[in-house]
């Protein structure tokens, strides 16, 4: 157990409609980072966070958006859901923003677009 | 923009013998290199990370990875298999700034006996 939490585990929904995907990262971790896993893109990074603030962004459709609250757990919202949006979503947290800190994973959110 | 490769997308190797998993990056300054392990149906765990103390370094579960900047890899080694190991293993590589992986392709390890 990384101690990283997501929430849902699975999510079925239909194209054009609009998920989130919640996560809570380890204790005392200030920095939450979004992945993606598809069969055809591999492991993606999305968006990172630290401490409230978006600090990164990579390959994020502007359909999707994220933002971490003051009790500093994140959300990601997935807006007119495409088949193609159908993948595994990871989120990651470290202590902070230094190269060389190892990041804990959550379990993931498994999203199925119908 | 700093990137790995990962050489062999399935790797199968007999119970007892060597796990050999390729991993060479790009980086124009020097890395941040970890490697992961994805069992199925489940999130990435950390099996080791080299963050220039020491080129050898010890991971979990008996693996263990060399960084050799010369030839710019970080191969994954285990000197004898378990059907345990069988999983996806992914290389990343960290930015110093901001720290966002950037992961490899994986490599799926079948263990036969």
């Known amino acids: 157990d990384s101690g990283v939490t997501q929430t849902p585990k699975h999510l079925i929904t239909a194209t054009g409609q609009r998920v989130t995907l919640r996560c809570s990262p380890r204790?005392?971790?200030?920095?939450v980072y979004w992945y993606q896993q598809s069969l055809d893109q591999g492991l993606q990074f999305l968006i990172q966070?630290?401490?409230?603030?978006?600090?990164a962004k990579g390959n994020i459709l502007e359909r999707f958006s994220a933002q971490q609250f003051p009790d500093l757990h994140s959300e990601l919202n997935l807006s007119s859901l495409e088949l193609g949006d159908s993948a595994l979503y990871f989120c990651a947290s470290s202590p902070g923003l230094l190269g060389s800190y190892e990041q804990y994973f959550g379990p993931g959110t498994r999203l199925t677009v119908t | 923009a700093q990137s790995v490769t990962q050489l062999g997308s399935h790797v199968s190797v007999s119970e007892g013998a060597l796990v050999l998993l390729r991993c060479n990056y790009s980086s124009s300054v020097p890395p941040y290199l970890f490697w992961y392990v994805q069992y199925p149906n489940q999130g990435l765990q950390l099996l080791l990370k080299y963050t220039s103390a020491a080129t050898l370094v010890k991971g979990i579960n008996g693996f263990e990875a060399e960084f050799k900047k010369s030839e710019t890899s970080f191969h994954l080694t285990k000197p004898s298999a378990h059907m345990s190991d069988a999983a996806e293993y992914f290389c990343a590589v960290g930015t110093g700034g901001g720290n966002k992986l950037t992961f490899g392709t994986g490599t799926q390890l079948k263990v036969e006996l």
């Open positions: 966070y630290y401490n409230g603030e978006e600090r």
């Open positions: 204790s005392g971790d200030l920095s």
